[in-house]
């Protein structure tokens, strides 16, 4: 790879609160109860038992949503660590993807491979962390113990949750979609870089999310908000694809607060573009969306 992964990780959850993002926390602007110092404590605290070598998917998502919850003692990358654990088994098992295609690849024969073992750890992981909106489902409930592996777990709920689709799916949406919206120009600023990205770092990032969320209903808003409150808020950011300088637009700055002001929380595309962003700090840069 041409970065190391850990760092990789690390310097996509620093670029999430770094940059501003309509409805997410960062560190221009706080909400939803939280705080974006919570955020990087808690990629911090994660980092080392999602990269524990040898340890399987599930695993590495309930060792580091417990290393997350002792020091923010909320629900704050839930959704992060399920999108990233897959992916930092298949750049464990293969060094040598450099470029999307082939770690596409890697990530599917991690995700053919996911066990009964690996939903008992990640359905603990996910009753712990309880996140918002999740409810009861009808067949393998996150509160009972699974009788299938984690992949077919994850396509029962693909349905209504986007991270669920990307095991189902190969990470479809993130190849397909997220990562051709940063473009081949674009390179993780790993190292001090991440927590204060210069323009064109902060611009692709804001061009990632708005593809992302302009593109998907957030499953995170459907389940707490409904999916009208979800279809507005993606048309609201299909009004903003192709703008420049959306970090300095005021009306930018005023929908992100608008959206915290009415608790509504895009975090299922905040955890793809994590999830997105790590990856192009893995890759050639040379080759992103292709």
Not at 13 to 28: M, Y
Request: proline share 5%.
């Amino acid at each position: 790879m041409t970065g190391d992964p850990k760092a990789a990780f690390l310097c996509a959850c620093t670029l999430d609160v770094a940059v501003r993002k309509p409805g997410n926390v960062s560190l221009q602007s706080a909400g939803h109860r939280m705080q974006a110092a919570m955020f990087l404590d808690s990629a911090r605290a994660a980092a080392g038992p999602l990269f524990t070598r040898g340890a399987g998917v599930g695993e590495r998502i309930e060792a580091a949503v417990d290393a997350s919850w002792s020091v923010a003692h909320c629900n704050t990358n839930l959704g992060i660590l399920l999108l990233c654990a897959p992916i930092a088994v298949a750049v464990e098992r293969h060094p040598g993807a450099t470029r999307p295609a082939a770690l596409r690849a890697a990530l599917a024969e991690v995700l053919a491979g996911l066990s009964l073992a690996d939903a008992r750890h990640a359905f603990r992981a996910i009753a712990r962390a309880n996140p918002g909106g999740l409810g009861d489902a009808p067949a393998e409930d996150v509160r009972a113990a699974p009788s299938i592996d984690l992949r077919a777990a994850m396509a029962l709920a693909a349905g209504r949750d986007r991270i669920a689709r990307q095991y189902r799916d190969g990470y479809a949406d993130v190849f397909d979609v997220a990562l051709p919206a940063l473009g081949p120009g674009f390179a993780c600023p790993h190292g001090g870089a991440c927590a204060s990205p210069d323009a064109a770092a902060t611009a692709a990032v804001q061009r990632l999310y708005i593809a992302l969320l302009g593109s998907f209903a957030d499953s995170h808003i459907v389940r707490k908000h409904g999916e009208a409150v979800a279809q507005t808020v993606m048309a609201s950011a299909q009004a903003w694809r192709g703008a420049d300088g959306m970090a300095a637009a005021p009306a930018f700055a005023a929908w992100d607060e608008w959206l915290k002001e009415h608790g509504i929380n895009p975090g299922t595309t905040a955890d793809l573009t994590v999830a997105t962003l790590m990856i192009a700090g893995l890759v050639d840069d040379r080759w992103h969306g292709t």
